[in-house]
T-cell receptor, first 112, second 114 residues
């Protein structure tokens, strides 16, 4: 089955800096790569996703890049703010799969 | 729409007790799943369902049972609670795309087993 590795497990940045979280996947058939944000005590919620027919997708301060050849994808957050502090999960899945495979999460801490 | 709802929000059990965690969704989603979240372990899949009457095991199914008699409801049963089942439990649902559709999570149930 699919295996998703996520790094780092913890990331600490100063407000205004950029943050990058990286994930690798094992199954070349995977074609959907979502990112979920989980604020403290809350549920995970989708913040951005990318499908394998594109290499990059942006939404304001958040962007995701995909390298299919290397089988890795990354979440980029620019101009970080304290409210970006949360746990971020990457995931991978393919057409026909019932459930995505999640990474173990990255705890992002943005210091004011 | 209420989305995905879970009850209770908090629960304390003694070892050996049984209980059912409730999950319901009002979005007519085909796929539903249960995860447990432990520090440093991410979201681990317990059981999932691809429709009413169809369930299957995930990564960590031992000690848990599920059934899906309706599209809306997907309860998780702990048969004989153990301290190792202390965790936060999330239910999720998605549309017909399954893994390639957005997962909508419930608010979670924090379970402590003494």
């Amino acid at each position: 089955g699919e295996n998703v590795e996520q790094h780092p497990s913890t990331l600490s940045v100063q407000e205004g800096d950029s943050a990058v979280i990286k994930c690798t996947y094992s199954d070349s058939a995977s074609n959907y790569f979502p990112w979920y944000k989980q604020e403290l005590g809350k549920r995970p919620q989708l913040i951005i996703d990318i499908r394998s027919n594109v290499g990059e997708k942006k939404d304001q301060r958040i962007a995701v890049t995909l390298n299919k050849t290397a089988k890795h994808f990354s979440l980029h957050i620019t101009e970080t703010q304290p409210e970006d502090s949360a746990v971020y999960f990457c995931a991978a899945s393919m057409r026909g799969s019932y459930i995505p495979t999640f990474g173990r999460g990255t705890s992002l801490i943005v210091h004011p | 729409n209420a989305g995905v709802t879970q009850t209770p929000k908090f629960q304390v059990l003694k070892t050996g007790q049984s209980m059912t965690l409730q999950c319901a969704q009002d979005m007519n989603h085909e796929y539903m799943s249960w995860y447990r979240q432990d520090p440093g372990m991410g979201l681990r899949l317990i059981h999932y369902s691809v429709g009413a009457g169809i369930t299957d095991q995930g990564e960590v199914p031992n000690g848990y049972n599920v059934s899906r008699s309706t599209t809306e409801d997907f309860p998780l049963r702990l048969l004989s609670a153990a301290p190792s089942q202390t965790s936060v439990y999330f239910c999720a649902s998605s549309q017909s795309g399954g893994g390639t559709d957005t997962q909508y999570f419930g608010p979670g149930t924090r379970l402590t087993v003494l």
